[in-house]
C-alpha cells in the first residue's frame, strides 16, 4: 500500500511538472508571436476554412482508426469496425484532454484483452500501428523533399535528408521485427522477467503476427500517408485562414507539417502542447511562413474540436469507459514491471465474455 502510494504520488509530481512544462512552453510562443496575433484577431477570419479543415481533419482521424481496426482483424477476425471507431475517439480524448490519464493506446488494448486476445498481442497491434504511423509520416515528408529537392536551401535540405534518413530508420527498424533479428541473434534477451525480456516477447509477438500479413501492413502504411495528407491539407487551410496573403505553398507544407506534428510523440501532456508550436515556429521560418507556432495554435483548435466528439462518446459509454481505464492501469503496471499476466488457460480470467465480444463498448 505504502509504495503505491509513493508511486501516485511521484505520477502526480511528474504529471504536474509536464503540465507545466507544456504551458510555459506554449506561452512562451505567445509572447513570441504576440504582435502576430493581435493583427490575426484585428481582421475577419474566413471561418468557412476552419469548418472545411475541421471536416478533413476529421475525416483523417476516423481513417486512423480504420487502419487499427484491420491491423486488429489480422489477430481476431472478431474485432468490428464499430469497436474501432469508438475505441479511437475515447482514446484521442485520453491523449489530447486528459493530463495524466493513462494513454488512448493502453485503453484500445485494454479492450482488446477483454476480448481474451493475449496481452502480448494486443500490446503487438498498438506498436505496430505506431511504427506505421510514424513511417508514413515521414514518408510523405521523403516525397515532399524529392520534390522540393532541387531549390531547396540549405537549411531545408538538411530537413530533407533528416527525413529520407528517419524513413530508411524506420524500414530497416520494420525488417529486423519481421527477421526477428535480435531474437535469434540474442535469444537470452527473451529469459527471465524483465522489461527488455518483456519488450523482447513484444516485438517476438509481433514478427509472428504481422509478418504473415505483409499486405496488410503495406497497406495500412499507404492509409497512414493518407491520414498524413488530409491533417497537412487541414494544418495549411487553418494558415490560409489565419494569413491570407501567405506565401508559403502547399508543397512546402507537406514537408513541414510531418516534421512538426511528429514532434507530439514527445510525451508532454495536451498532445505536446506548447513543444510542437515550438517547433513548428522554426521550421516554417525556413520557407517563409508568416508564424508556423501560430498556425498549429489553430491546427490543435481543430484538433480539440475533434476531441469533443471524442469526448460525447466517451460520456456516453462512462460506464464502459471507466472499467477500461481500470484495466489499462493493470496493463500499464504490468508493463512497466516486465511482466504481463496472461489470462487463465480456459480464456475465462474469472470474467463472462459477452456473447458477441463486445464488451460494452458497441452496446
Not at 38 to 54: E, G, I, K, S
Not at 90 to 102: D, Q, S, T
Not at 275 to 283: F, I, M, R, S
Request: charged residues 15%; neutral net charge.
Amino acid at each position: 500500500m505504502a509504495k503505491s502510494t509513493r508511486h501516485s504520488w511521484l505520477r502526480l509530481v511528474v504529471d504536474v511538472t509536464l503540465a507545466l512544462l507544456a504551458f510555459g512552453l506554449l506561452g512562451l510562443v505567445i509572447y513570441r508571436n504576440g504582435d502576430k496575433i493581435r493583427d490575426v484577431f484585428n481582421r475577419p477570419l474566413d471561418l468557412r476554412l476552419m469548418a472545411l479543415a475541421l471536416v478533413i481533419y476529421l475525416t483523417g482521424i476516423v481513417s486512423t482508426f480504420v487502419r487499427w481496426f484491420f491491423l486488429v482483424r489480422v489477430i481476431d477476425p472478431r474485432f468490428t469496425l464499430r469497436a474501432a471507431i469508438l475505441l479511437g475517439f475515447i482514446g484521442n480524448v485520453y491523449n489530447l484532454v486528459i493530463p495524466g490519464a493513462v494513454g488512448g493506446d493502453l485503453i484500445k488494448a485494454a479492450y482488446l484483452v477483454q476480448m481474451h486476445i493475449k496481452k502480448t498481442q494486443a500490446v503487438a497491434s498498438m506498436v505496430i500501428d505506431r511504427i506505421i504511423g510514424l513511417l508514413g509520416l515521414f514518408l510523405l515528408a521523403s516525397i515532399a523533399g524529392i520534390v522540393a529537392w532541387p531549390g531547396a536551401p540549405s537549411d531545408v535540405a538538411k530537413l530533407i535528408v533528416a527525413a529520407w534518413v528517419a524513413t530508411g530508420l524506420g524500414v530497416l527498424v520494420l525488417a529486423v521485427i519481421f527477421g526477428q533479428v535480435v531474437t535469434r541473434a540474442f535469444p537470452q534477451l527473451g529469459a527471465g522477467h524483465s522489461r527488455l525480456s518483456l519488450i523482447t516477447a513484444e516485438l517476438k509477438e509481433m514478427s509472428s503476427t504481422y509478418r504473415r500479413r505483409l499486405d496488410v501492413v503495406a497497406g495500412c502504411t499507404v492509409m497512414a500517408m493518407g491520414n498524413h495528407s488530409l491533417n497537412v491539407l487541414a494544418f495549411y487551410l487553418v494558415g490560409r485562414m489565419l494569413f491570407p496573403q501567405m506565401t508559403s505553398t502547399l508543397g512546402q507544407h507537406f514537408l513541414m507539417v510531418p516534421l512538426t506534428l511528429f514532434t507530439m510523440a514527445v510525451p508532454l501532456p495536451f498532445g505536446a502542447l506548447g513543444l510542437t508550436e515550438g517547433v513548428g515556429d522554426q521550421l516554417f521560418s525556413m520557407v517563409g511562413h508568416p508564424s508556423g507556432g501560430l498556425a498549429m495554435m489553430g491546427f490543435r483548435v481543430v484538433m480539440y474540436v475533434g476531441a469533443l466528439i471524442g469526448a460525447c462518446v466517451y460520456l456516453a459509454k462512462l460506464n464502459e469507459a471507466r472499467a477500461l481505464t481500470a484495466s489499462a492501469h493493470h496493463l500499464e503496471e504490468e508493463l512497466l514491471e516486465g511482466e504481463l499476466e496472461e489470462e487463465d488457460p480456459d480464456g475465462s480470467n474469472g470474467e463472462e465474455e459477452d456473447p458477441d465480444g463486445s464488451n460494452g463498448v458497441e452496446s
